[in-house]
């Protein structure tokens, strides 16, 4: 079936250091992607969104970059601190978001070295 | 803003027992709430959707008889556990969106650890 999957599970950087998480998406249909971060014990946190329209958007310290090309997704987080130390999760809505049913990617662990 | 409640946040109980979990938007209406599982280390796997004064839509493989959603108002949906045996312990979520317009992220609650012994 459709799945968004991860190509990192863990990723350990220093802080200080720029963070880049990567995720693949399948379905070329969707059309809206957000990034979570979760970190232990507590539920995912919204970060980032970006719509298929965009191929790049920035938040504070973080930017979303699109390839529909590839069915790429990256998040990049700049300056990486200790409290950026969680589980970042990929979602997709796919195919015009009628259901707005996400589907979540299986996670890459950022650990930042002080 | 785009506050989600669950309560509670913790709950052990022996096996047999039947456990209601609640999911609140805090300052918000949400017509369509989420709930979704999660074990240890993997990601989160959507269950069911719930509706606001409707029955709530369940995932391919999800017991609706199992899990019993409710969702009598815009700021409160309920997820039943009935007759929770060991292996329905989980990390259950649940989520709500602030609009119901296409294309808006989902807000969290912080979850609620179910433990059956």
């Known amino acids: 079936g459709e799945s968004v999957g991860l190509h990192l599970p863990t990723l350990s950087v220093q802080e200080g250091d720029n963070s880049i998480i990567n995720c693949a998406y399948s379905?070329?249909?969707?059309?809206?992607f957000i990034w979570y971060k979760q970190e232990s014990g507590k539920g995912p946190q919204f970060i980032i969104d970006i719509r298929s329209n965009m191929d790049k958007r920035q938040g504070q310290r973080v930017t979303v970059l699109l390839n529909k090309t590839v069915k790429h997704l990256s998040l990049q987080i700049a300056a990486t601190q200790p409290g950026d130390s969680a589980v970042y999760f990929c979602a997709e809505i796919p195919g015009g978001g009628a259901t707005n049913k996400l589907i979540f990617g299986t996670g890459t662990l950022l650990a930042v070295q002080p | 803003g785009a506050v989600v409640s669950q309560h509670p946040s913790r709950v052990i109980c022996k096996s047999g027992t039947s456990v209601k979990i609640e999911c609140r938007s805090l300052d918000f209406q949400a017509t369509t709430m989420f709930w979704y599982r999660q074990f240890p280390k993997q990601s989160l796997m959507l269950m069911a959707t719930s509706n606001e004064g409707s029955k709530a839509t369940y995932e391919q493989g999800v017991e609706k008889d199992k899990f019993l959603i409710n969702h009598a108002s815009l700021t409160l949906s309920t997820l039943t556990v009935t007759s929770a045996h060991p292996e329905d312990s989980s990390f259950y979520i649940c989520?709500?969106?602030?609009?119901?317009?296409?294309?808006?992220?989902?807000?969290f609650g912080d979850g609620t650890r179910l433990s059956i012994l």
């Open positions: 989520s709500a969106r602030t609009s119901e317009a296409d294309n808006q992220p989902q807000h």
């Open positions: 379905n070329s249909a969707s059309d809206y």
